[in-house]
């Protein structure tokens, strides 16, 4: 299969498993990420997914050999304009590019190997960044630094990923996986209401005047108010105090 789904415990991994094509995404392998993703937002259990490729290469962007993609309701790769209620991370290695990009950009957070190159090689083959490229880059790079990467196509090596806030943890290649694993695990320890209503609050005011985001904050932090008391009764008896550790919730 081209889309692997596995769960370990809370945690999920979906990989991309086409390494004789980079991990190109073909229209099979398409739907195949929107089963995965889906079936990640239905699973109780399932409280963080992990987005990755096998074979030391994350995403080469979509198959133009293949070029058999179409354009669904949740965009040319299959999840790209897919909303899921629980947080992601990518675990990259090697390239992730072009539509590679995009789905790394889809996730919440990327942990990167030192042998990572991101960029928009889409660029000089004219196709378009059609998958949420020109929209997500420049709230986490920034105008200059996105419209650098979007007009020249040019590569980006992983410490300058991580020096501009594309990447946000850097480790050996080969223990990509592992680290966002170790990731994902400490953000499924936290309780997860709260932790997710202020995720939902914090994509909800993009782009809204301030104002505006902070009623959003304010009506989803209400609806989350219980576990706020409960867990204030925790630290009053003791727990976490002086950097105890906290049990997971």
């Known amino acids: 299969m081209a889309v692997r789904y596995e769960r370990f415990g809370s945690v999920t991994v979906v990989t ?6 980079r991990n190109a995404i073909d229209r099979a392998t398409a739907q195949g990420l929107y089963r995965a993703w889906r079936d990640f937002d239905a699973d109780s259990a399932a409280r963080v997914g992990i987005l990755t490729g096998a074979g030391g290469v994350f995403c080469a962007g979509a198959d133009l050999v293949a070029f058999d993609l179409e354009e669904t309701v949740e965009g040319w790769l299959g999840i790209c304009r897919l909303a899921v209620s629980k947080p992601t991370i990518a675990a990259v290695a090697g390239p992730c590019v072009a539509g590679g990009l995009e789905l790394a950009l889809w996730c919440d957070l990327r942990v990167a190997a030192t042998d990572a190159v991101f960029g928009c090689f889409e660029r000089r083959f004219g196709v378009p960044l059609a998958d949420g490229g020109t929209q997500r880059l420049p709230h986490i790079v920034g105008l200059s630094r996105a419209l650098d990467m979007i007009l020249t196509g040019r590569p980006v090596p992983a410490e300058e990923a991580f020096r501009i806030g594309l990447a946000d943890r850097l480790v050996p290649p080969g223990e990509e996986l592992a680290e966002a694993r170790r990731l994902a695990e400490a953000i499924a320890s936290f309780p997860q209401d709260t932790m997710r209503s202020d995720r939902k609050a914090l994509f909800a005011g993009l782009g809204r ?24 009764a925790r630290f009053a008896s003791g727990e976490g105090r002086s950097g105890a550790e906290i049990l997971p919730a």
Not at 16 to 21: A, L, N, S, T
Not at 217 to 231: K, M, N, S
């Open 16 to 21: 991309i498993d086409r390494p004789e094509r």
């Open 209 to 232: 005047p301030l104002r505006e985001g902070l009623a959003v904050e304010a009506e989803l932090g209400r609806q989350v108010v219980a576990t706020a008391i409960a867990g204030a």
